[in-house]
Structures are given as C-alpha cells and as structure tokens.
C-alpha cells in the first residue's frame, strides 16, 4: 500500500511569465533571478514595491514608475524543466547559474547570449550515467570551479557527483563533460580536484536529498542521504566522515553563512526543523516541531541567529530566533515570532496571496524577495522583532534594531487615556500601586489600609468593615452567614421569629429579625440592632454627615421610618440643588404612600418615578414599596446597592426557605466576583480562600491577599488557622509578595513585614546569616552542637549553652583580638548579674562575634565597640586597617536607598 500526497503545480507555471523560484544576485545588489518556463533577469529600480511579472516591461520600454524591468531572458526549452538552479558565486564579467533538471543533466549557462567565457551557445552540460532527478546543486563557496551535484537513487550508481568545472576553457558547441571513475588515492584524488577536469563520485547506492557545502571549510560537504542520514565528507579524501548523524532530517540542508558550526536540515517524516552543531553530530542541539511540508529554509545572511521557513502552498514565512530560544532542546513553531508580509515597510501588500518561494538579500539587512504563485513578486523588509522588558518599578524598556529606549509605564499609560474615558482605575499599574501604597503605610494596621485605600478601591470595605466591628469578627471567628445560621433540615424553620410590621391600614409586611442567628447576621452587615430608635437614629445621621442622604432614606423606609426618610429626602434637596426636583418628588411620593390594593395610581407613579431615578437606594426603596408577590427582586436584584445591605434586607424580610437559597447564591456569586466586601459573611475557611484566590487572578494584586490574611488571622479559629497556615495559595502569595518586595529593593518593608507574620506562623523564614567553621566551613551553632547530646546530659547543662569549639570538627573558634579568649568563652564581668550591680545596662550582644570585612580580625562586640572608642586601626599587631573607617555605614531612609552624603 503506497500513501502520497499529490500537490498542485504552482498556477503560475501554466501561465508564459510564471515562475517556481527566485534567487538574489550574488554580484549585483538590484538585480533578481526568477526561474519556471524560462531564467528571467530582472533589475528592481523602486525597491519595497510589489509587482506582477506580466506587467514588467523590457529595459528600453519601462517607465520612471515601473518597479522593475527585464534585463534578459533565457528561453530554452530544455531549461524549462529544471528542478534546481545556483547562481555561481565566483565574480564573472556575466551573470552564470547552474540548472539541474529532471533527468540529471546539469546545464552551466549564461544568461546573455553574447557570453564568451563560455561556450558557443553559452552553456555547458554534465550529463549523469543513468536518468534521474537532480536534488541540489551546491558551489563550493571558496574554490569556485567546484560543483556539487545530488541525483535520485539508482541501482550501483554513485547520486553525489564533484565536477571540476574550468569556465575559462573553451569548448566546442554541444559537448559535454564526462565522469573519471572515483579513485581510492588520497594523492592522486587532490590532484585531481586541484588540476583537472574530472570529478568524484558518492554516495553509491544511495540518494541524495540535498547537499551544501561548509561556508568556511571548502573541503567539507554535507549531504542528506536516504532521508535518514546526515553524512559529512571530506573531499580530501573522498571518504564519509566520522560526523554522521542517524537521525531523520535530510531535506533542506543549509549551513549558517555567519556561525559555520550551526546547519539547519528539515524532516519530512517528523515535520521537524533541526539545528546541528558540526563539532558534534551524533545529536541536534534544538529542534522545531509542527513545521510541515517545508519548501525552502534559509539562514539570514545578515543575522547569525535568523532562520526563514516556509510551507507549501502557505500565506507567511515564518522566522526563528534561534537567540531567543535557549533554555530547552525542543521547541514549537508556536514558541516563535510568526512574520506575516504585512509586517514590511510599504502597507500595499496582500496577505492572502499563496507564496512559492523566497530569497534573502544577500547584503541588506532583513531583505527579502517573496514569489507567489500568482506571480506577484514583492521587495519587503522584515520588521525588526523588539525586545521588551518591565522592570519591577514600573519602567519599560524597549530594545530592536534601534538602542535601548526606557520609559515609565506611568507615561504610556496616562497618555493612552481619553479626557473623557471612565473607569481609569483600571489603567494603573498594579505593581505601581502595591509600591506607592507600601510607601504610604498600607498594611501596618487596618486604620491604616482605611486610609490608604480610596472609596472605590476593591479592599476598602473590607478594611472599613474590620474597623467597625473588630469585637465582633472577634467573637464570631470569621467563620460566615451559613455556619451562624447552622442551616439543617432539623433547625430550619427555628432560625426565623415572624412578626408583623404596619405601613398602612391595608398592607402588612412580614419582618424576620427576631431570633438570634438573624440580629447576629444582621449586625455583621453593619446594621446593627436597628429597631432601637437610638442606634437607627445614630446611623441614619452618620450616613447624613457622610453625605449619603439617599441610603439614610433608604434604610429608614426599610425599618418603617417614613417621616425620616422624607426629612433625608429633604436635606437631599437642599445639598444637591442640581436633583432637587427628582428628590422632592421622592418625598412626594412617599408623604402619600398608600399600598392599598385598590390604589393602583399612586403605585404607576411611583414606577414611573423609579424608572426614572439614578441612585440605586431610591430604586430600591421604590421597588420595595411596590412589590406585591414579597419575593424583593426589585431590591435583590439592584447590583449596586452594598452586599450587606441587601444580605441585611433579605434578612430582615424573607422567610427561612428563600433566605437560605439566597445566602447560597450571594455565596457563588461573591466567590465567582472576588467580592472582598463579602469575606466577613462568607467565611475565611473554606469558600473565603476561594475568594481571595479569584480576588487575586483578577488584580494581581497578592499585597491586598497577603495582609487581609495576616489581619484576619488572629480572629480564626485554631482549627482554621492551621488550615490558613499551610494552605498553598496562602504561602504562594507571601512569597511573591516577598520577591517583589526584594526587586524593589525595599528591604526594611521586607522585613518588617517578615516580623509581622511570624507571630502567625506564616512560613517562618529560614536563617539568612550564619557564622562557619574556617576549617569545615560547617555552620557553627547551638543547635548543631548539641545535636546527638542525650537528654540527660541536657538537663545538667546550664541554662546558655556556650560554644567554644566547632560542633563538627572540633576546632577551637577564633580568639578575640582584644582579650585573647576563644569565642564563646564566658568573659569576666559581662555577667548579666555583674552589670546590674555595676549600675550599667547589660547587653544582649556583648559577646556576639564582631569582624572587619577587609581584614577579618575582630572580637566580642563589647570589646571591639571599646577599642574603636579611642582607636581608628586595627587592634592586631601589626595590621594597619582602618576599620572603623572602612565599616561606616551610611543612614538608611524610609525606601531602603542608602543616603549619598
């Protein structure tokens, strides 16, 4: 069973100016190659213009507008069927390209007819043994006579023949070149390479998918055997090297012109683009999956790192930075830049066009010259890939073709901005916030995450919250509406005390505030027990002062205070003259509140009215007083009143059933939110963490999750705590928050914050000091000294356990420079008992180790704090270090940065 893939012929062969490839001039920077039905030779006069082929006109007829134009056309007819074609490198007074074709004749003509380096009729041909597709043509970059020619499989055939071509000779018309028989002699072979006109055969028995040679090593040539191997020879000698790869990966060979030690090769069977490195072969050093079908693939002859590939019947070439690629071995072509032709210097380009070929320019940097298979020929420039990186201060550098450019993010983001854009919170940079708030105290205490935040901040209610009601979420743990509620099949109808509450003669509403769980969750929403006339009173003029006039209403309705919700609608009024009109027809409205069931007009009015109101409260006090089947959507459902206050409402007026659907379903929709206000009724274990960890992958925002972690930690139960402790989330943020506070170089709010969350056993830090043995270089501690001491041996030592020696190798510890006493050696008279009868403060670092960092002499800190009191050198004879010059230390201010005197 035979599987194969049967692809079109490129639609611009059919057509008499089509073409199947395109190649630069070696010699000439303007002029361009195309060959299908004939070898074309065209000059660009405007470059970074497309063309079609059939619109060029010859040299003498082009106009100042034309882009390009035919200098020469070689029609042959037996060129026509030309599978390969190379231009010569070496620098000839014409232009000379070798045509391999499909019954292996390789034909080495010129491409003007008055071409006398050649032969009469301008061409050689180099004709093969047996008939079979030409693979790849290579000319030795160095020694330019020498041709390299791939051939198909065939039986006791050699398929890679070396001609040694002479351009200068002169031949009769029609004759061809004939093959030697290889020969097996290191000697005579160079002497035939260097002399004469024969050739050496390869490779017998075996196909040659592609060849190339090394672009610095003239006798080095790399061949795709067989699809399977990747061999190197050395025409030296005319033997295979050592250097083969086994690997699949013959197609497409091409060496790095600009890192001669990199070869790029294609598999066909693995869909795979593999780098090689020619010191060693046995491996690819990276390879590049998912690239299929590949027709060309080409290095940048102006970049080392640049790699260009492209697919049959594709509408991009896709390009490789080899550079940016350099942690792994195997990549995706998905891990790098996709280069699309709109991404050129003209904005006239198609980008649905099917390409044929591609070549880059051999001098101009990122130049590149595309072929389609409409026969549009397009001149572009690859945009330059930029590096970008942020810094942790909120710094943008950027960095391409042109130098490096920085700028704050704070200036793009400010002048990306409309005059009348809203919500521009959203814009700033959250790093940028978490530093300026650090630097204003956020997160010491939570009077100060009060003052910090601003109202419309995501956190600010939460922080409010904690303020008001520490007692509170002291006693109730934090632990969340349910678990107050005990919600069960057993106490659900116990949980809720019905009695009635009159607005009129005509319609009752039914309150369920008289039972303990209720007051309880009514109290964590901020409402406290506001059937006493004195705390609502308190409120209702808290919120006035705070110039919320329309919530005081609000609440006031709620409790069946009309009279004080028409006097906050008043006061309304006179504050905010531009509403007046739509306040005083809210009080209006309600001074003749009638919900009777026949007063169907007063009820119109007021939806009327509401429909008609911008302040949520004013549409939920409404909605409340027209609501007629008690379900309270049109108070339940207003997104923008506070989450307490309508969790406080349901509480207050729905029965057991709905309020407890209702907790639920508030509990999903906080926790889907990352609503941070809703925490306290949620609960910090389990759901809470799930809040914080959404509030998180929304913001980015770990400084916020870390501290609201540290200031609820004291109210959570042990249980919960310890669940808190070494949940993974939790210590994922501290540690983020902890790096980025050391890529701020903010090291006193890193430690500062370290000694705050150590009381709460969150990840106790490791330490980052410890003193070493100069022998063993093993850490010289109490703890490893008595390591393996038995507990009865402990209990008999003294309450300081003083180390005098390495608990490893048992080496003593450096002497003090001052009282020549080991470290560690109880020192006479800085007893803690003999400096209280002194009458001096004892210290608790008198016997601490103390050394320069330039001699490494030192001491006991007492003794050394003494010397320096009177003396500048270094106390050890002999040594003329200045230490105490060398150790000052320059104050530090408030961010960290040491002050430059």
């Known amino acids: 069973v035979f599987r194969c893939r049967l692809l079109p012929a490129p639609r611009g062969a059919e057509t008499g100016m089509g073409g199947r490839g395109v190649l630069w001039s070696p010699y000439n920077d303007r002029n361009f190659l195309v060959h299908g039905s004939a070898l074309r030779l ?83 041909d180099l004709s093969p043994r047996a008939a079979r597709r030409c693979t790849g043509l290579a000319w030795n970059p160095i020694h330019h006579n020498f041709l390299a020619v791939g051939l198909e499989k065939s039986a006791k055939e050699p398929s890679l023949t070396i001609w040694d071509l002479n351009l200068s000779a002169s031949l009769s018309a029609g004759e061809s070149r004939r093959r030697v028989p290889s020969v097996t002699s290191m000697d005579t072979r160079r002497q035939q390479l260097r002399g004469g006109h024969e050739a050496m055969e390869l490779a017998v028995n075996e196909g040659v998918l592609s060849l190339a040679w090394m672009p610095d090593r003239p006798d080095v040539l790399v061949a795709g055997i067989g699809n399977k191997f990747l061999r190197v020879y050395d025409t030296r000698t005319g033997k295979p090297s050592v250097n083969a790869a086994t690997a699949r990966g013959a197609l497409h060979i091409t060496p790095n012109p ?52 492209l697919s049959k019947m594709a509408t991009n070439i896709q390009l490789f930075d080899m550079h940016l690629q350099n942690s792994s071995k195997r990549f995706t072509a998905e891990d790098f830049p996709l280069i699309r032709k709109g991404n050129t210097r003209t904005s006239q380009i198609a980008t649905d066009v099917e390409l044929v070929d591609f ?74 916030l978490m530093r300026e708030r650090l630097l204003l105290g956020y997160g010491e205490d939570v009077d100060k995450c009060v003052e910090v935040t601003a109202a419309t901040d995501r956190s600010h209610a939460l922080w409010l919250w904690l303020k008001h009601n520490h007692s509170l979420a002291r006693d109730l743990h934090l632990q969340g509406a349910q678990h107050i509620l005990a919600l069960d099949a057993k106490n659900l109808k116990r949980i809720g005390g019905q009695r009635e509450v009159r607005y009129d003669q005509s319609v009752i509403f039914p309150v369920y505030d008289r039972s303990t769980q209720r007051e309880t969750i009514i109290r964590v929403c901020g409402w406290r027990l506001l059937s006493e006339e004195d705390e609502l009173a ?205 890529a701020w170089k903010m090291w006193r709010q890193r430690a500062m914050f370290d000694v705050r ?118 106390p050890v004879a002999g040594c003329t270090c200045h230490c105490q010059a060398l150790e000052a230390v320059p104050p530090l201010h408030d961010d960290g940065d040491a002050a430059v005197n």
């Not at 942790?392 to 042109?402: F, H, I, K, Y």
């Open 359 to 432: 070549d880059w320019h051999p001098h101009s940097p990122n130049r590149m010259l595309t072929l389609s298979a409409e026969g549009y020929v397009e001149d572009m420039v690859v945009a330059e890939p930029v590096a970008v990186a942020l810094s942790p201060r909120g710094e943008l550098a950027a960095s391409g073709s042109e130098p490096l450019h920085t700028r704050p993010l704070s200036d793009l983001t400010a002048s990306s901005k409309q005059p009348h854009a809203q919500g521009a919170d959203d814009d700033v940079d959250i790093g940028q």
């Open 42 to 124: 065209y000059q660009m006069e405007i470059a970074g213009r497309r063309f079609k082929l059939t619109d060029v006109a010859a040299q003498g007829d082009a106009s100042t507008e034309t882009a390009a134009v035919l200098l020469q056309c070689n029609s042959d007819e037996s060129l026509m069927d030309a599978a390969c074609v190379q231009w010569c490198p070496h620098h000839l007074p014409q232009e000379v390209v070798a045509v391999g074709r499909v019954d292996g004749t390789v034909s080495v003509t010129g491409l003007y007819p008055s071409d006398q380096a050649l032969v009469a009729g301008g061409r050689i």
């Open 757 to 874: 969350r150590n009381p709460l056993g969150l990840s106790k830090p490791m330490p980052q000091i410890a003193v070493k043995c100069n022998y063993c270089a093993n850490p010289v501690t109490a703890s490893a000294a008595t390591r393996g001491v038995p507990h009865t041996r402990m209990a008999n030592t003294p309450a300081k356990f003083n180390i005098s020696s390495c608990p490893t190798c048992r080496k003593p510890l450096p002497r003090c420079a001052i009282c020549l006493l080991l470290f560690g050696t109880v020192q006479p008279g800085t007893s803690r008992q003999t400096k209280e009868a002194q009458g001096q403060t004892p210290s608790l670092f008198a016997g601490w180790f103390s050394w320069c960092q330039t001699c490494r002499h030192g001491g006991h800190v007492q003794h050394i704090s003494d010397w320096f009191k009177q003396h500048s050198e270094c």
């Open 538 to 742: 308190g409120l209702l003029s808290s919120l006035e002062a705070e110039g919320a006039f329309c919530r005081a209403a609000a609440l006031a309705l709620f409790h069946h205070r009309i009279r004080r919700a028409i006097d906050c609608l008043k006061t309304a009024g006179e504050k905010c003259p531009e509403d007046c009109s739509l306040y005083t027809a809210a009080a209006i409205s309600l001074s003749g509140c009638s919900m009777a069931e026949g007063n169907q007009l007063w009820r119109d009015t007021c939806t009327d009215l509401r429909s008609r109101l911008k302040d949520p409260y004013l549409r939920a006090a409404f909605a409340f007083l027209t609501c007629t089947d008690k379900q309270y959507q049109g108070v339940l459902g207003e997104k923008d009143l506070l989450l307490a206050d309508r969790v406080a409402f349901a509480c207050r007026f729905m029965p057991d059933e709905l309020f407890t659907q209702y907790l639920q379903d508030m509990q999903t929709a906080a926790v889907q939110e990352g609503d941070l206000s809703a925490l306290p009724l949620v609960g910090m274990e389990p759901q809470g963490l799930n809040l914080l960890e959404r509030f998180v992958d929304e913001s980015s925002d770990v400084q916020t999750a870390c501290f609201v972690v540290m200031h609820l930690m004291p109210f959570l139960t042990e249980q919960s705590a310890k669940v808190v402790r070494v949940d993974k989330r939790v210590l994922t943020w501290i540690e983020c928050y902890r790096d980025l506070l050391d």
């Open 258 to 309: 600009l890192d001669s030690n990199l070869i790029a090769s294609h598999s066909g069977v693995e869909s795979t683009v593999k780098i090689w490195d020619f010191r060693q072969m046995s491996e690819p050093t990276c390879s590049i999956a998912d690239c299929r079908y590949l027709s060309r693939l080409s290095w940048s002859p102006t970049r080392p790192s640049l790699l260009a590939a």
